[in-house]
């Protein structure tokens, strides 16, 4: 296996432990070493390919927000306005549960989060709905 391989797949595995930690445990709970323990990975790992528990999450949250982006984003989407356009987010979100439950259980466990002590988490998922409203 080539070494980029290595690293996306040591990549996907550090970023599905720290999702499956954050649904059991939550996100005030989740410790760098709990990660690379449950990938199979030291804690070295997850910092030195994420900086940190916040870069980890934003990683994280990037790949589950690509993956919905994806499914929300058919052709003629953005020629709908109102109840049309809630509709069909409703069903990319739909389908995004469909296809990924667990990164959907994520998702939902973070946004949870996000309105407890760690203003860094609030302010992502702030940033999200923001820019989420602005497209």
């Known amino acids: 296996m080539r070494q980029a391989d290595r690293t996306r797949r040591s990549t996907e595995a550090l970023l599905d432990a720290a999702g499956d930690l954050i649904v059991e445990r939550g996100f005030g709970a989740l410790t760098l070493a709990a990660i690379g323990e449950r990938a199979g990975f030291s804690r070295g790992l997850v910092t030195a390919r994420f900086g940190s528990k916040h870069g ?58 996000a309105i407890g002590p760690d203003e860094a988490l609030r302010l992502r998922r702030s940033e999200e709905h923001t820019s989420e409203l602005q497209s």
Do not use: N, T
């Open 56 to 113: 980890l999450i934003d990683a994280l949250l990037d790949r589950i927000f690509v993956r919905w982006e994806q499914a929300k984003d058919e052709p003629g989407s953005e020629s709908l306005c109102g109840r049309d356009r809630i509709v069909r987010m409703i069903g990319a979100i739909h389908s995004s549960y469909l296809l990924d439950p667990a990164s959907s259980r994520v998702l939902w466990a973070l946004m949870f989060e």
